[in-house]
């Protein structure tokens, strides 16, 4: 593995650390006016989704670790797999659902995403901020109610369930915010 000195961390930046692999969310170089310089990070645990924060003493060494990403297409479910194309070389790539976590719930059949793999294996995906699904199912809206900002629950192609205004209905596509998983906009 090549070796990192704390100096010179960047934001994405891979590292193996004793907990798992991990990625730099920002940092800090701080030297205060008596001590020694340190650099303190915010770091995101690629499997988790975890955030945790460490100090490391400056020109420390730590395990980079290199997370290639790869532009892929999901194809399909298979049971609790899902199916992945690499859209350069065709190769197929069977990633279990404890893998991705909750980034499943905005795949959809035949869309594009970002895979990040490490050592030949699938450690997660990157998602676009917002993605557009169908509503599959949902209550209709009332006639008369309009109260302002009254929401009601939907389900979604990917069995999803936000919360969207009382005008969605069956069928329409809306945009759903995968960092929050709130409705944003019908698309």
């Known amino acids: ?21 991990f990625t730099v969310i920002e940092f800090q170089h701080v030297k205060p006016g008596k001590g020694g310089a340190f650099v303190r990070t915010k770091l995101r645990n690629v499997r988790t989704g975890a955030v945790l924060e460490r100090t490391y003493r400056a020109a420390e060494s730590l395990e980079q670790a290199v997370i290639d990403k790869r532009d892929m297409q999901y194809l399909y479910r298979d049971g609790d797999d899902y199916v992945f194309m690499d859209q350069s070389t065709y190769d197929q790539m069977t990633v279990a659902r404890t893998t991705l976590g909750g980034t499943v719930e905005y795949l959809r059949e035949g869309g594009d995403a970002v895979v ?5 294996a699938v450690v997660g995906i990157d998602l676009p ?53 709130e409705y944003l906009t019908r698309a």
Do not use: C, H, W
Not at 116 to 120: K, P, R, T
């Open 1 to 21: 593995m090549a070796s990192v000195s704390s100096n010179d961390l960047k934001n994405g930046m891979g590292l193996k650390l004793d907990e798992g692999l």
């Open 116 to 120: 990040q793999v490490y050592d030949d």
């Open 129 to 181: 901020a917002s993605v557009e699904l169908t509503v599959t199912e949902t209550e209709p809206g009332v006639q008369g109610d309009r109260v302002s900002g009254a929401r009601k629950p939907a389900t979604l192609e990917t069995g999803l369930v936000v919360q969207v205004p009382l005008f969605v209905s069956p069928g329409e596509v809306i945009k759903v915010d995968t960092r929050s998983g």
